[in-house]
């Protein structure tokens, strides 16, 4: 599979359009890529596009920080010999994130570095030779896609967010721009997301898989709507994507497997590449794999796992009983040989790998489950469960090894869908943005502090004796937002923090 990522690209051009204005050191450096001197033809924009796939590493990288740990899916490997990330990530874990966040900071910069790269891509391709116009409203779809995928995430995260959709002349620029309110923003995400539907083909030619498509679009504008409470919208689109050709993989963990990546469940997913020296490969189940398991997990004895992201007893004690998503999903082979107790850790990008540390798992970000459940819960917001919403929920249901539902009233369906959401999807970075979806704050707030009583009383994975600080896992109403990052603040005195923080 021809890879779809070129990172350099990408950080060269923020360097460059990022350097010194004076004149005496304006000149070309003859070893860079200047933006003025590239997008001449089509080759260099196609190289562009991918250049902006590939700063979604970045984000993916690290998205189960803001995603999953906040929730009630994960927890953390303890170690009380190393407290180094005790205000780092741990803090998403404990609910003591705050301004100063080293993580948030990171992850906030790295969303506007790939919105900048979108956004100067879209700009500089328009005077491009040599670029038709069929494959130049391809591009436009995949980079409106990209951004309103972007903008999405981050109006989640922070409420009201910069919008930016033009290259910006000069970096001070950037420092003139107020928030703006989620509606904008997600009136923004809804109309990048129409032109990319009618922009992006259905398939690619072999070459360019991996790439998003009408599917994508159509997926993601329906999460959107869902999101919104715009539930007619959501079922209408959403089941635009039903006759596209995609399906349910027989076996679960195939939609995992990098043997199998980009297969017939695959919407949109971001591209990893191992085995070579490229340098686009994946390494989650190195930061996921217990700590002290060594290479029991990674299969490779100088392997020193970060013990980050493991699944919780709560997650764990979700699934139903002769569930096979359970054994593809969670690893419950690991005992620690300082306390001899079990601690799981995920298996969904746990596969061999030829290289030390390089793996080649893709990161899933929309699966044709994913679709089915949203169309079902679509449809009983409207009034009921209906014929078809049981139909669309069974399916995901019966690949899992599960018996078919019936007879629920909308608040039953409600609660198991959300449930299958949950177990369906685990460790996918979507648990966050589903309790935010489903719950009021309110509710939110009472059912993170009922799970973090439940965590703490009977943690996954031993403290081993160090006692949990009167501030750990106290969830207030206002922590639905992330604060925005304090450097934002300093460089931007238009900005405004969120409340609480």
Same mark, same amino acid.
């Given at each position: ?7 350099? *690209? ?95 900071? %990171? &992850? ?44 999405? !995430? ?27 309110? %989620? ?96 340098? !686009?490969? %994946? ?19 100088? &392997? ?70 949203? *169309?079902? !819960?679509?449809?009983? !917001? ?23 539902? &019936?007879?629920? &009233? ?92």
């Amino acid at each position: 599979m021809r890879i779809i990522i070129i990172r350099l *690209l990408a950080v060269t051009i923020i360097l460059v359009q990022l350097s010194c204005k004076k004149d005496f050191l304006n000149k070309t450096d003859p070893t860079k890529v200047n933006t003025d001197l590239f997008y001449k033809d089509a080759k260099q924009v196609e190289q562009a596009v991918n250049g902006v796939y590939g700063t979604l590493h970045a984000i993916a990288n690290d998205q189960w920080i803001t995603n999953e740990l906040p929730s009630d899916n994960t927890t953390i490997d303890f170690n009380p010999g190393d407290r180094g990330q005790s205000d780092r990530i741990e803090a998403f874990e404990f609910y003591t994130v705050n301004a100063n966040s080293v993580n948030l900071n %990171s &992850s906030y910069i790295n969303y506007y570095n790939s919105i900048y790269n979108v956004n100067n891509t879209l700009a500089k391709m328009q005077g491009a030779t040599g670029l038709t116009d069929s494959v130049k409203a391809v591009n436009e779809g995949q980079l409106k896609f990209i951004r309103a995928y972007l903008y999405f !995430e981050l109006t989640q995260y922070y409420g009201a967010v910069i919008l930016i959709t033009k290259p910006l002349d000069q970096p001070s620029d950037a420092w003139t721009y107020q928030r703006e309110s %989620s509606d904008k923003v997600y009136a923004q995400i809804e109309a990048d997301l129409k032109d990319a539907v009618g922009d992006l083909p259905v398939k690619y030619q072999a070459g360019h898989v991996g790439r998003a498509t009408k599917g994508a679009a159509l997926s993601l504008l329906g999460k959107v709507y869902l999101t919104e409470k715009k539930y007619a919208d959501a079922a209408t689109t959403l089941s635009q994507v039903l006759p596209l050709g995609y399906d349910l993989n027989v076996d679960y963990a195939d939609a995992f497997n990098p043997q199998k990546k980009n297969g017939i469940e695959s919407i949109f997913e971001i591209q990893y590449q191992g085995g070579n020296d490229l340098g !686009e490969w %994946s390494s989650f189940i190195y930061t996921f794999a217990p700590r002290l398991s060594a290479g029991a997990v990674t299969g490779w004895p100088q &392997s020193n796992p970060g013990g980050w992201n493991i699944p919780t007893n709560d997650i764990i004690d979700a699934y139903e009983p002769g569930d096979t998503r359970k054994d593809a999903s969670v690893g419950l082979d690991f005992k620690s040989p300082v306390t001899n107790q079990t601690v799981p850790y995920i298996k969904k990008y746990d596969h061999v790998h030829a290289i030390y540390g390089r793996t080649d798992d893709n990161w899933p970000v929309l699966r044709y489950s994913d679709v089915l459940l949203m *169309l079902a !819960e679509a449809i009983n !917001e409207q009034g009921a469960p209906t014929t078809d919403a049981y139909t669309y929920l069974n399916k995901v249901r019966h690949r899992a090894g599960l018996s078919d539902l &019936s007879g629920m &009233s909308q608040t039953v369906f409600r609660d198991t869908l959300a449930h299958e959401r949950r177990v369906e999807l685990a460790f996918e970075n979507w648990r966050w943005f589903d309790l935010k979806r489903t719950m009021t704050t309110a509710q939110l707030t009472t059912f993170l502090n009922n799970y973090a009583a439940k965590e703490k009383a009977n943690p996954t994975v031993t403290r081993q004796g160090v006692p949990y600080s009167n501030t750990d896992y106290v969830f207030s109403e206002y922590e639905a937002l992330f604060p925005i990052p304090a450097n934002e603040l300093i460089v931007n005195p238009k900005l405004t923090q969120n409340n609480g923080y």
